[in-house]
């Protein structure tokens, strides 16, 4: 008799957007059934791989100080008689390609975000030759189709890609370079994964896209239904209590997916819609094919059917070109807004990208400059807004326990933090809780009616 092979150790790191979180997840659920179990370390692994992600600059660096300091692990487990192999994946591997191996011969494979369902046959290329394995294609079949469902718990709340890629080239960024065309999952198969996840306990799914608002997949009717659609399909879902979904662009946000914000009590208050700045002439420089007054109009109409929405944003400071009267047009536009979150980032230079080659770029202390001024009026309306939650009750789903003995950790309709006593019993389940203090980057409340469980 054979005694059972002990399981081989992955070890996943995951760089960027959520969409890298979904597609890490994705990787173990693919890699399970060949015997790979994931592990929170490096150490004696033997799979590496690093989701990466292009968006900024340093990104490539990055990618290979991360390697440089995996090298003396995969030495070791040599020495050992063992193989630890490495792959790049994500939109760094999907930028450099084989770039990748020739810089650092020590990557085994190389395996785009369009290819990852490619991994296994790529590990077993890579075993058999000794060598390496390369797939950077966008091929045509629906990657997803390829991919097992999702076999560990995913906890309360997951991720669930429902479109991909983007065809907008805004002129600062590499998406449509890395991720390619948009494409739009169909809505009978998304509907099949949210189901899933539900049956695993899941209780809120973020739907996911690099524009996710784009979203135009087959419905089951054969014609392309649009995100609201979607979200009122999903929204019969018994058991799903919360819809979210990330990143949309301001064009995308049409009169149905503003309607599903007032008609659709699963879908949460908290709406992330970046807007990058809030000039016209740097809109238009950036190619946004919007200006503010657009953005502002959009705002109105979901505010109209959503009163109680919190408006979440990107900016970048600092694009070519952009003058102080531009950036005093950003600030104007946040207070007017009054948004209560955001990420903010210095412009970028990315190679290959229009902006890039733009001679007008602004000094990087000026750009370090505006990002501050940025956040910290950005932290004021942040602070303002969670100090207003004192006192109010909101309905908290409880995620999972929290550090202190008999306490929960959950999450507000506006995504934000809540700590609670509660009985465990309460994990998955949506209970008012009165928030009684506000710290930075959680709220503290109680349970208003603790009659729940065995806590009764
Ligand atoms: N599709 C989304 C954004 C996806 S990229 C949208 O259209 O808004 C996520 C964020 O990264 C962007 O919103 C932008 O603020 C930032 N970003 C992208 N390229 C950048 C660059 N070259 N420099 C700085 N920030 C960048
Ligand atoms: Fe990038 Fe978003 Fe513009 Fe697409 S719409 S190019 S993902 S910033
Ligand atoms: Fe980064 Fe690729 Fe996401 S560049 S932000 S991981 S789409």
Known sequence: ????????????????????????????????????????????????????????????????????????LQQDKAARGGRMMVAVAGCVAQAEGAELQRRAPMVDIVVGAQAYHRLPELIAKAAREGGHALDTEFPAIDKFDSLPATASAPGVSAFLTVQEGCDKFCTFCVVPYTRGAEYSRPVAKIADEARHLVSLGVREVTLLGQNVNAFHGEGPDGRPWGL???????????????????????????????????DVPQLMPFLHLPVQSGSDAV?????????????????????????????????????????????????GLVREIGFVQAYSFKYSPRPGTPAAAARKQVPEAVKAERLDELLALLRVQQEAFWRSCVGRTMDVLFERKGRYAGQLVGRSPFLQGVHADAPESLIGQIAPVRIEEARTNSLLGALVSPCHGEAA
Do not use: W
């Not at 059972?4 to 790191?13: A, E, F, M, S, T």
């Not at 150490?43 to 990104?59: F, G, P, S, Y």
């Open 1 to 72: 008799m054979t005694a059972p092979k002990p399981p081989r150790k992955l070890y996943i790191k995951t760089y960027g957007c959520q969409m890298n979180v979904y597609d890490s997840g994705r990787i173990a659920d693919l890699l399970a059934p060949h015997g790979y179990a994931a592990s929170d370390t490096p150490d004696d692994a033997d799979m590496v791989v690093l989701n990466t992600c292009h968006i900024r600059e340093k990104a490539v660096e990055k990618v290979y100080s991360e390697l440089g300091r995996l090298r003396p």
């Open 228 to 262: 609201g659609r979607l979200i009122r399909h999903l929204a019969d879902i018994k058991d799903l209590a919360r819809i979210r979904y990330t990143t949309s662009h301001p064009r995308d946000m049409d009169d149905d997916l503003i309607a599903a914000h007032a």
């Open 283 to 331: 809109l238009e420089a950036m190619n946004r094919q919007h200006t503010a007054d657009d953005y502002r109009r959009i705002i109105n109409k979901i505010r109209d059917a959503r009163p109680d929405i919190v408006l979440s944003s990107d900016f970048i400071v600092g694009f070519p070109g952009e003058t102080d009267r531009d950036f005093a047009d950003t600030m």
